[in-house]
């Protein structure tokens, strides 16, 4: 199993305040891929917010220069997951990547069909892991063309005690549908390379479905690098998808060290 620190840049932050012990002990990062107003491929969490609020803008970073970044600093690591916010995005970053041949082993996680297809279309031996979403996700109005909304508030509050009926799509959006293997086997885009679930549902029969398909699984939403939790996935997933450490923090950690 392999560690991917999870969003290892901060929108707020100079790529060159991007500080090495953020994916300390981890052979892969994780890197949020939109597309901006020039038509290039970015890294980028959260675009609206930060600009409405107008606390902590965030700050333009062309994915190919995060790329090399990571290439120049990044030591051990090995693998690059680029998680792909919108069709257009997906295309432009295959593009990319089909120019630079970044010496990382990369995947595209991809939470819709289409988005698939655009990277497909660009680099047709991408390897994708498709995002088991037990959610309901939608597009945000038209000008936010690379926003989508996710509605997972009330798993967060009830997973524990909560059974899903899979005919059942309750007032709060819920898309039982995806929680169930059953469903996913129908709604699965064919030629997908592997599964990426969120740790609350990440089940047994989820583990048996991928490995009667030979997919991959990826399991993001995991705080601690280690623990009992990323300890519990060791012999059955491929990936674990980690919290990177704090800028601050991991400023700190250099100062110590030096």
């Not at 300890?231 to 060290?257: G, H, P, Q």
């Amino acid at each position: 199993m392999q560690l991917i620190a999870h969003r290892v840049f901060d929108d707020h932050d100079e790529l060159g305040h991007f500080c090495p012990s953020r994916i300390e002990g981890c052979r892969g990062a994780e890197l949020d891929v939109r597309d901006d107003a020039t038509g290039e491929a970015v890294v980028l969490h959260t675009p609206v917010f930060r600009r409405a609020s107008g606390r902590n803008p965030s700050v333009r970073k062309p994915l190919a220069d995060a790329i090399d970044l990571l290439a120049q600093v990044g030591g051990g690591l090995e693998t690059l997951f680029l998680d792909i916010k919108s069709a257009r995005a997906g295309a432009l970053a295959a593009r990319l990547l089909r120019a630079m041949r970044p010496r990382f082993d990369v995947s595209f996680t991809c939470w819709r069909p289409e988005d698939a297809d655009a990277v497909r279309s660009e680099l047709p031996a991408a390897r994708i892991l498709y995002v088991v979403a037990p959610i309901v996700v939608r597009r945000a109005p038209a000008r936010l063309s690379d926003l989508w909304l996710c509605n997972s508030f009330p798993f967060l509050l009830s997973s524990k005690r909560f059974t899903p009926r899979e005919e059942k799509a309750n007032r709060h959006n819920i898309n039982v549908r995806m929680a169930s293997t059953e469903r996913l086997a129908e709604t699965l885009p064919a030629g997908v390379d592997g599964l990426c679930v969120h740790r609350l549902f990440a089940s047994e029969r989820l583990f048996d479905f991928a490995e009667s398909r030979d997919l991959s699984v990826a399991v993001y939403g995991l705080r601690a690098r280690s623990g009992p939790k990323v300890a519990a996935l060791e012999d059955v997933v491929d990936y674990a998808i980690v919290k990177a450490a704090k800028s601050r923090k991991a400023k700190r950690n250099l100062e110590r060290a030096a």
